[in-house]
């Protein structure tokens, strides 16, 4: 049996979409490709996909991860050109490789995450991160199934930046995840997959307890990169690259 890995995104309107949605709309994909898929045993058999912490509804990404068994051997880089074409525009596999090396999601410790703060002063911003980075404990609250929570979104955070969003980005996203020209303010964070999972939007409530700082619009959330965190560099590697560099199984 053979396992592939993929990377994909969620661009533009496809943000919207709930990870469910993206379920069914990639087991569709697999058949419009005849990914010749295993299955599961049982009464009701669907086919081997691990997915591996996925983002929240609503956010964009670049960096979102899976895992599918197959039953004859595909080379995975035409794998994933049948698949992205089985794929709405915006659901995107944009990498595959054959899996060669154990635990992909015990590799997913980390994210780097883009907030794009429309009409928000970049000095404004930058004030509220150095807040925020000063404070010790940075308690928020957020509604769960069993009533609301409040926990320490500051130990979860790595590192928070703040930079004008009036200059060009090094990240290469579609023009529909920027969705404005206007000068705005761009958080860049990096937070450590820790439980409870501390979100972007946790640290936007933390913001706003600590220095008050209130978009006046939903901030544009798109996460860049998800992997190990390296300790040394204080960046986030790609999970996938273990396999690559593997020999053949």
Known sequence: MQ?????????GRLRFTSHRDFQRAFERALRRAEVPMA?????????????????PTGTGSEAEYLEIALTAPRDPDKLRILLDESLPTGLDIVDAVEARTPGL??????SVWELRLIGVDPAEAARAVAAFNAAEAVEVQRMTKNGVRTFDAR?????????????ASETQLSQADRPTDQPCAI???VVRHVTPAVRPDDVLSGLRAVADL????PAAVTRLAQGLFDEETG????PLAPDREAGPA
């Open 155 to 167: 130990p979860a955070v790595v590192s928070l930046e703040s930079g004008d969003g009036g200059t």
């Open 105 to 110: 999601a015990d590799r997913l410790t980390a």
């Open 214 to 217: 209130a978009p006046p619009v």
């Open 187 to 189: 958080l860049r964070l």
């Open 235 to 238: 960046t986030v590697t790609d």
């Open 39 to 55: 299955y599961s045993a049982g009464f009701t058999p669907h086919p081997k996909v691990s997915y591996a912490n996925a983002a």
């Open 3 to 11: 396992r592939v890995r993929l990377r994909y995104t969620k661009r």
